[in-house]
Every structure is written in structure tokens, then in C-alpha cells.
């Protein structure tokens, strides 16, 4: 493989600036040097504690320029997401810690509040950043009028967000909002970008004749200011007719400024010192190159997004850890993809739809094999769901794969638009449960409590890769409205011979016996691929003479009714719920209400212990550590049954 084109190089700059304040006393003129050493510092992280490359690659100089400039932290600085936002957190005091981002106990690989001073607001969902800086910016505004500098930087991806844009559309209604928007603009967010605002950014970022013209008046104007806000007019009808249309930013009541090169950190200064003593609602257009500096993820975007641990001078990236088996194991998303594709080939209705992350849930071996039937529709998960009804609507069988964490954004739309008029719209959840070092922005921790409530879904969750293939085809034959299967990010736990084998109709609202010794007084009742923590603590416990049965739920709405009665009637003394999702109004509580409403309590059912998600944000780490932390992992299951018997 050829070399990536990198040396690593004795930092001149880079250990001097611990603050944006030590960056303020570099000359402008050592500011790409600066830069070169910063970029190098990610890629030798990164390579060795994975985490998000490309886009913080290519917004170094953003980050570096607007410190420059602006008086942050007094001035306040929004970064959208946060997969951009590394070079902010070297700069802002964490350059020593940053061998700890994303690990447990370490520092978070998005912005946090409560980790710095200079993260003015969270961000791990996209699209979020000018609405928070305007409220940010009202909130510190002055009787007088002044206050801080409030500056939002969002990627052309996120602006896709609807958020986004009714962030523009209220900040743009009050000519005193003196606001500015950085749009970090590289063509892609994870997957390559889509949608008519790609189009029309591109033909703004492309036309030679309205940038040279826009270039020529901008230098001819230069010392006299004055004279330049005048002819700002006579600017923006030249861009109406070079572009044969309005500017959409300019509709929203905003200046335009742009396009400029976002990697030219020289450039940037000087557009921003003019920008910051600019009154009003503002937006800067920069157009950055996602992994710039580092050839490798230049050359594939997509995949060195977050690339995981490599060799930073070959660029090889090297193979992830196996599963405990050693054995060739599947993920849980790409038993999704192939089994859509098997599904969409076998039935004409169904089509696949995912919010910019076709990629990351294998919708892509759809829009490969069949591109007319698969839809991405952008950063936009409400969009997704309102779009998959009206699909459905028309007589299709939509699956709509979002990640359970940004699912959220859409609940009213599950609601109103698919769940009340009974449409058989397939809601798959990817990334459910706890997700690793993403952190509490992305666990898909709530997802069975907000479902659970509404009526008329059924709601799955998959103990395995052949449970998953099965239910997904037992929603495309029933009748009975939205579907909603969550599963968790990674390893299904079977080889590729899955693939391909005949399906099998799933009973609706019927759990499976996994265990049932004669003398358990013990019974765990698990759903979805947590399960397999709980097999593991019954044959550790079994080996320790202690037996314990097992059930798997398997649905989470309608509840399996006669399972419940079953596990009453045998007499255990303890039913043990273990869910990947929040205590609190999870399925444990679903069971609890289920035996309680029908006086089964205080029985021969002594007592239901409920194990999942503590009522708290959990914070980042790896999967293993966090479901220890937890107490869901097989071990703490097993502990905790242990404990039963010294309670006795």
C-alpha cells in the first residue's frame, strides 16, 4: 500500500498553545504552521484511540481561525454534532488529555457543557447549532444592546436538519441578531450528501462568474467600509443573476459571504475579522475537504469517517478484535442489509429508507441492487418517518432504519403520522441500547419506554442474527399497523450462512423458553441480544450448581400474556427483567404492571427485579465496561442472583 504521506514532525507551535488565549499571540503569518502540527497531532491520536478523523481534519482551520479572532470563551462558539470539533478541544486546554477521548472517564468526543468553559453547548445530534447560538445569544444579550459574539459552525450535511432551518428562519426575523453562521461545507456528512440543498450550494460554490465577480468588488471596497455595506445590494442582485436565483440564506434575511476556502486558515482570519464588527444575522460559506492533510481520507471519505485504529504513516487500517469465539461473526446491521435486499427481491412493495446513514445500517447493498427502491433522505429522521406513512400510505412496505438514539427526534411523527392511522410502516432501530465510546448523546437508551406507551405498534427486539431475518419477514406479512424491531450496534453472533436461509413466520406477541430446569427458583426474562449476557450467567451459574431458568420475551407490545402466567404459575421465587434500555418504564416495568394488575405479587412471585439503564445519563466508554457499570453484563447478572441465596 502506498505510503500516506505523513512524517511525524517536532512540534514548534503545538505545545505552546494550551488556550485560545497563548493561540491569540502567534502572528497570522504562523498560523498554518500551527495548523500542520495540529493535524498531525489528530492523526496520531486518532490512529491509535479510535474516533471521528475526517471531519475534524478538515474543519482545523475553522477551529483555529475562530479563535482567533473571536474572545472565546466570552464569546461564545457552537459546534453542530461535535465530529468536527477536536481541533476545538486541543486548543481549548485537553491537548493532554486527549489520549483519553471517548474512553471511560476520559474526555467526551463531542462538546460538553460541563466539560469546558469553551463548549457553549452539547452537540451529538446534528442541526442543533444555530438554534442553540441564538438562544445563547438573546439569553447574554444587554439592556444596551451589546453581549457576546455568538458564532455556530454546522456542516453542510446537518443544514439539511429541519432544525436548522428553523433556526435560520427566527433568527433572520430580527435584523439585531448579530449572529454568524459557519457553514462547513464538504460535500458530505457520513455518506456522500443528498437533496436539492447539495445542488444549490454547489452551484453557489461553482460559479466562476459570480465569484470573480464577488471577488473583484470585495478587494475594490477593501478600505472603504463604509462603501461596502452600500454596494452590499448591488453584490447580492449580482449573485441573483449569475445564479439565475435567489440566494436561499439571503431569503432567511441573512448576508451572505462566500464561498471561501475553509482550509486556508490565512484567508479565514481576515474574512472573519470583518465579519465580527458586522452587525445582524450573518453567514460565512467555507468549503472544507473532509480528511484534508491526510491522503488516505481524502481519497475515501466515507470510510475514514471514523476509521478505527491504523498505521498513521501506511494508512493501513487494521481489522477489528473478533468475537470472544474467534469465529467470523456478523453484525447485527449487515444481517439487516442482505436480508432487506432477499425481502425487496421476493416482494415488489417494500423499499428501504434511512436518514444519511446508509452506510452505517447497510442500507447501501439496497441502494445498490435495487436504487430506484431505497431512499435517503438526508439528516431529517421526522421526514423519514412522515415520508415512510405516506409510502406506505400508497400501498408500499417501508422499512425505515434510524438509530435509535436519533429516533427520538421523530416520536410525534411515529405517533400522529404512522401509529394512529395503523400504516405498516417497519420502523428497524439500529444502534439500540448501549453504543460504546459515542457516549450518552448516542446510546439508544429510551427507546422501549417512549414506544411502549402508544398504542397499536408491535415492538421487537431480536436475540440473534436468525431472530432478526424472522421477525423482519413476519412484518411484511401481518396486518396489525407499525412495526417497530430494535437491535444493537454489532456483532449478531452467527456466521455468514445465515445469509440466505428460508425464513420462518414469527408468532406475534410470543416469547420463546431458553431454560426451564424443573428446580429453578430463579427466572431471568430478558429481550432482545442482551439475552445473551443472561445465557452466559445461567451456564456459569448452572456450573456452580445453582439452577436458573431463562426466557426470552422476545416482544416488548403485545407481551406475551401466557408466558407471563406460565413463569408465575412454576412458583419462582424471583423473576429477574434484563433489558438494554432505561429501569424506568422499560419492560421490566411492562412485567411488573402485567403481575400486579393481576395479583400474581407477593405470591408465589415474591419479588420482580428489574436490570437495565440506571435512571441517569451513562457516559462514555466501551460496551463491555459500561454493561458492567451497569450491572448487565453476565457477570453482574450472575452476582446479583448469587446474592439471592445469601439473602434467603
Avoid at 243 to 264: I, K
Avoid at 478 to 487: A, F, L, P, S
Avoid at 616 to 623: K, L, N, S
Wanted: charged share 25%; net charge negative.
Amino acid at each position: 500500500m502506498p505510503k500516506a504521506e505523513k512524517k511525524t514532525q517536532t512540534p514548534t507551535y503545538l505545545d505552546r498553545i494550551d488556550s485560545p488565549a497563548d493561540l491569540r499571540q502567534l502572528a497570522i503569518d504562523e498560523l498554518p504552521a500551527y495548523c500542520a502540527e495540529l493535524r498531525e497531532f489528530i492523526i496520531r491520536e486518532v490512529s491509535a484511540n479510535p474516533g471521528h478523523l475526517g471531519a475534524s481534519l478538515g474543519a482545523v482551520e475553522l477551529a483555529v481561525a475562530i479563535h482567533y479572532v473571536y474572545d472565546t470563551p466570552n464569546d461564545k462558539l457552537v459546534w453542530d454534532v461535535g465530529h468536527q470539533a477536536y481541533a476545538h478541544k486541543i486548543i481549548t486546554g485537553r491537548r493532554d488529555r486527549f489520549h483519553t477521548n471517548r474512553k471511560l472517564g476520559g474526555i467526551s468526543g463531542f462538546p460538553k457543557m460541563s466539560e469546558s468553559p469553551y463548549d457553549a453547548f452539547g452537540a451529538g445530534h446534528s442541526s442543533i447549532s444555530i438554534s442553540a447560538a441564538l438562544g445563547l445569544l438573546r439569553g447574554l444579550r444587554t439592556e444596551a444592546g451589546g453581549g457576546a459574539k455568538c458564532v455556530a459552525v454546522i456542516g453542510d450535511g446537518a443544514m439539511t436538519g429541519g432544525l436548522a432551518f428553523e433556526g435560520l428562519n427566527n433568527a433572520g426575523a430580527d435584523p439585531a441578531n448579530d449572529l454568524l453562521v459557519v457553514l462547513n461545507d464538504n460535500r458530505i456528512s457520513i455518506d456522500p450528501n443528498v437533496g436539492a440543498l447539495k445542488e444549490a450550494l454547489l452551484e453557489i460554490s461553482t460559479s466562476r462568474h459570480y465569484n470573480r465577480f464577488k471577488e473583484t468588488t470585495w478587494r475594490a471596497l477593501d478600505r472603504t467600509p463604509r462603501l461596502r455595506r452600500m454596494i452590499q445590494k448591488v453584490v447580492n442582485g449580482a449573485k441573483s443573476f449569475f445564479l439565475h436565483q435567489s440566494n436561499l440564506f439571503e431569503s432567511f434575511n441573512f448576508r451572505y459571504f462566500g464561498p471561501v476556502d475553509g482550509n486556508d486558515v490565512v484567508a479565514l482570519v481576515r474574512a472573519l475579522r470583518d465579519l465580527r464588527s458586522l452587525p445582524g444575522p450573518k453567514i460565512l460559506h467555507t468549503l472544507t475537504v473532509k480528511g484534508k492533510g491526510y491522503a488516505p481520507a481524502e481519497r475515501d471519505q466515507t470510510e475514514w469517517h471514523a476509521p478505527g485504529k491504523f498505521d498513521p504513516e501506511t494508512g493501513e487500517r487494521f481489522a477489528a478484535t473478533k468475537a470472544e469465539s474467534g469465529m467470523q461473526t456478523l453484525k447485527f446491521q449487515e444481517v439487516f442489509g442482505h436480508t432487506l435486499v432477499e425481502l425487496a427481491e421476493a416482494d415488489e412493495r417494500i423499499v428501504g429508507i434511512t436518514p444519511a446513514m446508509p452506510t452505517g445500517c447497510s442500507m447501501n447493498l439496497l441502494m445498490e441492487r435495487m436504487p430506484e427502491r431505497a431512499y435517503d433522505v438526508g439528516i431529517a429522521e421526522g421526514h423519514a418517518v412522515t415520508f415512510s406513512a405516506g409510502l406506505a400510505a400508497a400501498g408500499r412496505v417501508p422499512f425505515c432504519n434510524i438509530y435509535s438514539s436519533f429516533m427520538q427526534r421523530a416520536v410525534d411523527n411515529i405517533i400522529h403520522d404512522a401509529a394512529l392511522q395503523r400504516l405498516p410502516v417497519v420502523l428497524c432501530l439500529d444502534r439500540a441500547g448501549l453504543v460504546g465510546e459515542d457516549g450518552a448523546t448516542h446510546h439508544g437508551a429510551f427507546d422501549l419506554a417512549l414506544l411502549r406507551g402508544i398504542p397499536d405498534l408491535t415492538i421487537a427486539a431480536p436475540m440473534d442474527a436468525v431472530e432478526l431475518r424472522n421477525l423482519m419477514y413476519t412484518a411484511t406479512l401481518t396486518d396489525n399497523g407499525m412495526w417497530v424491531i430494535r437491535y444493537p450496534r454489532g456483532g449478531a453472533f452467527a456466521a455468514e450462512e445465515v445469509l440466505g436461509t428460508p425464513f420462518s413466520r414469527v408468532d406475534v406477541g410470543k416469547g420463546r423458553i431458553l431454560n426451564e430446569p424443573e428446580n429453578a427458583n430463579v427466572a431471568i426474562l430478558s429481550i432482545g441480544a442482551i439475552g445473551l449476557e443472561a445465557a452466559k450467567a445461567v451456564t456459569a451459574l448452572a456450573g456452580e450448581g445453582m439452577a436458573v431458568a431463562h426466557y426470552d420475551l422476545r416482544f416488548a407490545k403485545p407481551l406475551d400474556e401466557e408466558l407471563l402466567l406460565r413463569i408465575a404459575a412454576r412458583g419462582y421465587r424471583r423473576v429477574v427483567t434484563v433489558e438494554d434500555g432505561v429501569i424506568a418504564g422499560g419492560v421490566g416495568s411492562a412485567v411488573l404492571e402485567f403481575l400486579s394488575d393481576r395479583n400474581l405479587l407477593g405470591g408465589a412471585v415474591r419479588e420482580v427485579v428489574r436490570l437495565g439503564l440506571p435512571d441517569r445519563f451513562v457516559e462514555h466508554g466501551a460496551v463491555g465496561e459500561l454493561r458492567r457499570a451497569c450491572g448487565i453484563d453476565a457477570e453482574s447478572i450472575a452476582e446479583r442472583i448469587r446474592n439471592f441465596a445469601t439473602a434467603d
